[in-house]
Every structure is written in structure tokens, then in C-alpha cells.
């Protein structure tokens, strides 16, 4: 299950980085033309999908706050969910399956990342950070 995750996470966060990096730098206008939302809110929605993407896989491989992961995932979830109802209201049905499995695709690493294989802490380490105390700034 730890590698299926892995390789989802790897996936989501290609994915991810890829289209919150052109909501960055393609012009407002185009983007606009595209889809019939304020241009600062694609961008931040290209922000939060490039930060998702970095949280999908950086405290895994890292050993830092790895509750961060299911957390980001769960986040990235939300996002397709708006993705996918926005494309249903544009009334292209069988373009809105693309988010709806990445959506649901974010869902497994979260759920995975949070009950079934959640990451270890720091390598070493006496505890597991495994996000019951989020707050905590100490052993």
C-alpha cells in the first residue's frame, strides 16, 4: 500500500505543480477566456494547488511534519471538488470526470496518509509525528 501511495503522491504532485505553475505565469486574460472565474482567484488557486503539491510529497520525504501530507491532500480535495462542479455547471459532463478522479485520487493519499500508512516521524526520533498534537512546539 506504502508504494501505491508513493506513486499516487509522485503522480498528484506532477500534476499539481504543473497546473498551479501555468495559473501563475499565463496571462490573466487567457485564463479568463478559459474558465469564468476572477483572475486572482485562479491565482490563488494556482498558489494553493502548488502548495498542495509540495505538501502532497515534502514532509514524506523530508521525515518533517509528515501529517502535513494527508492534511494537503484533503485540501487538493476541496479544490477539484470546486473543479468539478464548476465543470458540470459549464455543462461539458464527460470533461468534468478528469477532476473528479483526481479528486478522488487525493482522497486515497489522504485517507492512506492518515489511517492506513501514515509517515513516520524524523528517522530516530522516539515518537511518531502523526498529527495528534498539530500545535505542539516541543517534545
Not at 495559473?23 to 485564463?31: D, F, I, R, S, T
Not at 476572477?38 to 494547488?49: H, K, M, N, S, Y
Not at 477532476?99 to 478522488?104: A, K, R, S, W
Request: glycine content about 12%; overall charge positive; cysteine-free.
Amino acid at each position: 500500500m506504502t508504494y501505491a501511495l508513493w506513486i499516487v503522491q509522485g503522480l498528484l504532485t506532477l500534476l499539481f505543480l504543473w497546473a498551479g505553475g501555468m495559473k501563475l505565469v499565463l496571462p490573466v486574460e487567457a485564463m479568463t477566456e478559459q474558465m469564468p472565474l476572477p483572475g486572482l482567484f485562479l491565482r490563488f488557486i494556482g498558489v494553493a494547488e502548488v502548495l498542495g503539491a509540495l505538501g502532497l510529497i515534502l514532509p514524506g520525504l523530508l521525515r518533517l511534519r509528515p501529517a502535513l501530507t494527508p492534511l494537503a491532500a484533503a485540501r487538493l480535495v476541496l479544490i477539484m471538488i470546486g473543479a468539478t462542479v464548476l465543470t458540470l455547471a459549464s455543462g461539458a459532463v464527460a470533461m468534468a470526470l478528469f477532476p473528479l478522479v483526481v479528486g478522488l485520487l487525493a482522497a486515497f493519499v489522504a485517507y492512506g496518509r492518515w489511517r492506513l500508512t501514515p509517515h513516520r516521524g524524523p528517522t530516530g526520533s522516539h515518537h511518531d509525528d502523526t498529527g495528534e498534537h498539530p500545535l505542539s512546539t516541543g517534545s
